[in-house]
């Protein structure tokens, strides 16, 4: 009785009515006659204008991906570079992402800057990037960061904080860090970009862009 009681009362103190915890988005406006033709154009002039603003992280996103039977999962990764290819990042290969993507390659990124009160969501297909980049790209981290990556088995059961720390003291006294094979680029090639402005009283703009053909198809969605 007494657990019971004990949980009710944990209950009752970590609920929370945000029912009033809301703003009203009245910076911009998103028009059809104002957008790029090509969606990584648009991209990219949002992307500066992000940066401009004092958007902590600009590149900073949500990797959306999901396992073979459809159970998603989600995370923040960084945005490394993008061009009309797609657009890159980095992880362990091993990691729970890693796994995912080896059995479904389909997956959704999302970029959200308050500052701006927008978002960008985009959607394709995932592959891996040429070794040669990943190496290139290993080289130009920190140090510490390599060491990094060289002592986490991303996503595996650990016992302790002390475990890795004393894993990676052992790493950096053997002195020569390399990239590990299990860690490297992701490129997602999209076929999907929305892009969403928040506007007043929820009637928000949303642009899609959407990849038939060869071509990049442009409509609106309704908020």
């Known amino acids: 009785m007494f657990n019971n009681f004990a949980a ?14 809301r703003r009203n988005y009245v910076k911009h406006e998103l028009i059809e006659k104002n957008v790029a033709a090509n969606p990584f154009e648009q991209f990219a002039h949002w992307f500066e204008d992000a940066g401009k603003s004092g958007v902590l992280e ?4 949500t990797l959306a991906t999901a396992t073979k039977t459809g159970k998603p999962s989600a995370r923040i990764v960084l945005l490394k570079s993008f061009s009309e290819k797609g657009l890159v990042f980095y992880t362990n290969y091993h990691s729970r992402k890693g796994h995912e993507l080896s059995e479904n390659n389909q997956a959704t990124i999302l970029f959200y800057w308050d500052v701006m009160e927008r978002q960008v969501r985009i959607e394709g297909i995932i592959e891996r990037v040429e070794v ?19 002592v ?24 020569v860090v390399n990239r590990p094979a299990n860690w490297g680029g992701y490129l997602l090639k999209p076929d999907y970009f929305e892009f969403w402005q928040g506007r007043a009283n929820r009637l928000h703009d949303r642009i899609v ?7 990049w198809n442009i409509g609106r969605l309704a908020p």
């Open 8 to 21: 009710q009362i944990i209950s009752m103190s970590v609920s929370k009515d945000l029912s009033d915890h």
């Open 58 to 61: 600009p590149n900073a996103m």
């Open 152 to 175: 986490s088995e991303q996503s595996a059961v650990v016992p302790s904080r002390e475990f890795l720390e004393s894993k990676l003291e052992q790493v950096r006294n053997a002195g």
């Open 209 to 215: 862009y959407q990849h038939k053909n060869s071509n």
């Open 132 to 150: 040669s980049l990943s190496e290139e790209y290993f080289a130009s981290r920190p140090y510490e960061s390599r060491l990094s990556a060289v």
